[in-house]
């Protein structure tokens, strides 16, 4: 059974900086892909940032050059650092797992293409 744990969410000002934290147990961590998601309320659950294996990334194009995505295999640990935060960015932080889905050689952002979640971290950011 995959078993996923996220933290580090928190409140912040905007162009401050948070570190998320995926704890992942119960499966071959380095064969799967991983990513972030989030879901503010009243909006759709959107791919953030996906990583692979072979450490290749995908991020969604309203955190390029702000949000970084990376994984610790001895730790079997997924982190998201998120720098020059913004309102818009608040919303319910989410870990996944699954299979790797690539579509035009970039690590699939779409939740429907993970089969595993965590329970979700909240990051606020105020203006």
């Known amino acids: 059974q995959v078993h996923l744990v996220e933290s580090g969410g928190g409140s912040v000002q905007a162009g401050g900086s948070l570190r998320l934290s995926c704890a992942a147990s119960?499966?071959?961590?380095?064969?799967?892909?991983m990513g972030w998601f989030r879901q503010a309320p009243g909006k759709e659950r959107e791919g953030v940032a996906a990583?692979?294996?072979?450490?290749?990334?995908s991020y969604a194009d309203s955190v390029k050059g702000r949000f970084t995505i990376s994984k610790d295999n001895a730790k079997n640990t997924l982190y998201l650092q998120m720098n020059s935060l913004k309102p818009e960015d608040t919303a319910m932080y989410y870990c996944?797992?699954?299979?790797?889905?690539?579509?035009?050689?970039?690590?699939?952002?779409?939740?429907?293409?993970?089969?595993?979640w965590g329970q979700g971290t909240q990051v606020t950011v105020s203006s």
């Open positions: 996944a797992a699954g299979p790797c889905v690539y579509y035009s050689d970039y690590v699939s952002l779409a939740a429907p293409d993970f089969g595993f």
């Open positions: 119960g499966y071959t961590y380095s064969s799967y892909c």
């Open positions: 990583l692979d294996g072979y450490r290749s990334t």
